[in-house]
Nanobody
Framework: QVQLMESGGGLVQPGGSLRLSCAVS????????IGWYRQAPGKQREFVAV????????NIADSVKGRFTISRDNANNTVYLQMNSLKAEDTGVYYC???????????WGQGTQVTVSS
């Protein structure tokens, strides 16, 4: 079974940067889209960014537009989330999500904690 494995989270000061990685244990081309969501304490999980696998376009949430960038390394089956100018409200668990191309089934990674604090 294909798994998504996030890494790169941690504690960073406001204004700092982090790069999250989502490693796909299978082929990235088995999916329609791979993206990132986050969940802050006491809040619902929310969309952050998505990368359609067969398109060069990306979609970024308004709350992080201009600060976060999603990219892919197809050869290494990895999706990245570059996060710059981090704010306290970016704190939360960041999850990688993928939608299978054929079945449209969703799978999720285990999440990685991002804490923005001075």
């Amino acid at each position: 079974q294909v798994q998504l494995m996030e890494s790169g989270g941690g504690l960073v000061q406001p204004g700092g940067s982090l790069r999250l990685s989502c490693a796909v244990s299978g082929s990235i081309f088995d999916f329609n889209v791979i993206g990132w969501y986050r969940q802050a304490p006491g809040k619902q999980r929310e969309f952050v960014a998505v990368s359609p696998i067969r398109s060069g376009t990306t979609n970024i949430a308004d709350s992080v537009k201009g600060r976060f960038t999603i990219s892919r390394d197809n050869a290494n089956n990895t999706v990245y989330l570059q996060m710059n100018s981090l704010k306290a409200e970016d704190t939360g668990v960041y999850y990688c999500n993928a939608v299978y191309r054929v079945t449209m089934r969703n799978i999720w990674g285990q999440g990685t904690q991002v804490t923005v604090s001075s």
